[in-house]
């Protein structure tokens, strides 16, 4: 074999990060010899070519971060009643490699799947497609790879066996404030990413509880994560994983739960009026074909919270450092502010373009006139008192790029301008802290011309 890939991504990954190949050749002594590498989509299809020189030291080295994040986008989905897969946020990539050289520095050169000495398009792969997802890793995390080990739990498939696991693509507090009307949603990998028939992160029910302030269970539901509820791949919920192992996807890969109050609501079964706080469970598949209560892939506490002093309260989501949705309602003051920028020119009072035999005097006639008026409407919010784990979460809404507030059922996208914290100063003294930030609509008020 002339090409060896001796370096690749874990899958899945994270497409904002250093996704680093390493590549050798037995062939890097020939003339004008160029490693080439193909970004191939789920079906094969050559997104991207590159072509590189070998290194100093005779390797190819190819970061493909930088090129995933422009095929990659956002799912959205917090409106989602019981579940979605994933069509923009998460997708399978095939990175190939081959080589191209001639037989003389001035011939031509010739192209090579770099196996053996085939002639042809790259064609040394690993084992098994790269799913990218559209977030993140820190370079400071000491590694170049997502820590997907703390995110796909390999388990036993369709079995009685007993697991506890925080799966879920968030660094959200595991509970959380929630008040009616608002929609929420968890997301987390589902099934496996090589093939494997025996073991997989297999989400094949949601439980969700509902509870009254005395702690009595009130209200219960359960999901069936099949393609007939928005999810998969299971088309039946008795096929056992063995049975559809074969049949996952990209989108299947990645799972949207909706798990909010109106998202139940908006699924057809309201939350009972007394409810207090309620709890949801992603689980696997029993052998008998049934939901695990005991094989728990992420579980989350949702507790009724009301306005403050009459604040409406602002409804934020916006897309985490997974590339997924996370959610959080600003209820203290909020300030809104309308700034009006306008163009004018000075018209003269007498009307020198009369067509009339006399030229009449018109009190009504516009001196100064306005061609233009933009308005840009800004509002000021204040967070509840936050804990440090919960501070250090909603950071989170500051960096990203991607925000939208919640207006009754619709999700308008914002612009986060700013964000000042009464910060920790005095750790022994001082527990709690807000934030105060300014966000602007991006999409502005039309103004009258």
Known sequence: ?????????????????????????????????????????????????????????????????????????????????????????????????????????????????????????????????????????????????????????????????????????????????????????????????????????????????????????????????????????????????????????????????GVGPQNIDDNGTALNANWSYYTVKLVGQGDDSLENDNGVYAQYTFQKDTAACDYEGVRFAWKNEFGVWDYYTAKLAIDSSVQIERNSYGASFVNYSNSAGTLPYNISRRGNTQIYNSLNQRKTVTTDYLNQADADWLRELFYSTDVYVQEGTDFLPVVVNNANVTEKTNPRSQKLFTYTFEFEYANQLRPRV
Not at 192 to 198: I, L
Request: net charge negative; glycine share 8%.
């Open 1 to 257: 074999m002339a090409i060896t890939i001796n370096q690749s991504p874990t899958t899945p990954n994270m497409a904002n990060a250093d996704l680093v190949y390493q590549v050798d050749s037995t062939k890097k002594t020939e003339p004008q010899f160029q490693y080439v590498c193909d970004i191939q989509n789920a079906s094969k299809t050559v997104l991207q070519r590159i072509k590189q020189q070998p290194n100093p030291s005779g390797y190819g080295v190819f970061n493909v971060g930088n090129i995933l994040t422009n095929y990659l986008s956002t799912d959205p989905v917090w409106k989602t009643g019981q579940f979605a897969t994933s069509s923009f946020v998460n997708k399978q990539f095939w990175v190939a490699f081959g080589e191209q050289y001639g037989t003389s520095p001035s011939s031509s050169v010739s192209l090579f799947t770099g196996i053996g000495t085939n002639l042809g398009a790259p064609g040394t792969t690993g084992s098994y497609a790269l799913t990218a997802t559209d977030g993140l890793v820190e370079i400071n995390s000491g590694k170049f790879n997502f820590a997907s080990a703390s995110y796909v739990y390999m388990e036993p498939a369709s079995q009685y066996n007993t697991f506890s696991h925080q799966a879920a693509l968030t660094n959200a507090p595991t509970t959380q404030k929630i008040q009616d009307g608002e929609y929420a949603t968890i997301s987390a990998y589902n099934g496996n990413f090589n093939g494997d028939t025996s073991n997989a992160q297999d989400i094949a029910y949601v439980i969700i509880n509902v509870y009254n302030s005395a702690g009595s269970n009130i209200q219960n539901y359960q999901y069936e994560n099949t393609t007939a509820n928005g999810g998969g791949p299971r088309d039946d919920i008795a096929d056992f994983w063995s049975a559809v192992a074969g049949d996952q996807t990209q989108s299947t890969n990645l799972l949207h739960v």
